[in-house]
């Protein structure tokens, strides 16, 4: 049961341009969603996150926007570049209190980004 | 030096084979937890931990077992392998604070022959 769908499963976005990223999910419970980017041979690392009080969250040239009604979030690259290519993921939890589910994170299938020059 | 290491980084073993994965961790977190990637499956959570008393499985745990010997330390075990165990295993902890971030170390790739 995948809990999180994440699209497409691979782009590629010239230099300069926009990459988006696209994640949906079913548990309604979800209360924390945070993205992943992982480069060959390294584990994932936190890029940005977000909770669902908020529509839009903006790191530098990373951007999420998150639409509760529809149980969607997507991440948004500006100005893509070569050193962006890598594999992104988002992902849910129940948030970060310790409960009995505690912060158990449900991640996407991922997304292999490529920036071409 | 890293804050989450693992050991060993790649290993190749055969069928039926017991293995043990190590995670190592100077970070101070109390919750640490075990995943495994597959291509197209993303991040799967085998096992996790919130402290050295408290061990839970995660949603694909068959096959495994982990031990947690210490708050720095989360071993994980495969009984007998197979060989759709084969994959890249990574061990992550968790900070308490905001953004509660999980940091991960660079993974063990397993292949089981």
């Known amino acids: 049961q995948q809990q999180v769908k994440q699209s497409p499963q691979s782009l590629i976005v010239q230099k300069g341009g926009i990459s988006i990223i696209n994640c949906a999910y079913e548990?309604?419970?979800?209360?924390?969603f945070p993205w992943y980017q992982q480069f060959p041979g390294k584990g994932p690392a936190l890029l940005i996150a977000?909770?669902?009080?908020?529509s839009e969250k903006k790191e530098g040239r990373f951007t999420i926007s998150f639409n509760k009604s529809a149980k969607q979030f997507s991440l948004h690259i500006m100005d893509s570049q070569p050193g962006d290519s890598a594999t992104y993921f988002c992902a849910a939890s129940t948030g970060p209190i310790l409960t009995g589910g505690g912060n158990k994170l449900t991640f996407g299938t991922g997304t292999q980004l490529k920036v071409e020059l | 030096d890293a804050d989450v290491t693992q050991t060993p980084r790649n290993r190749i073993t055969k069928t039926g084979k017991r293995i043990m994965l190590e995670c190592s961790q100077t970070?101070?977190?109390?919750?640490m937890y075990w995943y495994r990637q597959d291509p197209g499956l993303g991040l799967r959570l085998i096992y996790y931990?919130?402290?050295?008393?408290?061990?839970n499985k995660g949603e694909i745990s068959d096959g495994y077992s982990v031990s947690r010997q210490a708050q720095a330390k989360f071993s994980l075990s495969l009984e007998s392998a197979i060989p759709n165990q084969t994959a890249l295993y990574f061990c992550?902890?968790?900070?308490?604070?905001?953004?509660?971030?999980?940091?991960f170390g660079p993974g063990t790739r397993l292949t089981v022959t």
């Open positions: 992550a902890t968790r900070s308490d604070k905001p953004p509660y971030e999980q940091y």
């Open positions: 548990n309604t419970a979800f209360d924390y």
């Open positions: 931990s919130f402290d050295v008393k408290d061990i």
């Open positions: 970070k101070g977190h109390d919750r």
């Open positions: 977000i909770r669902p009080d908020v």
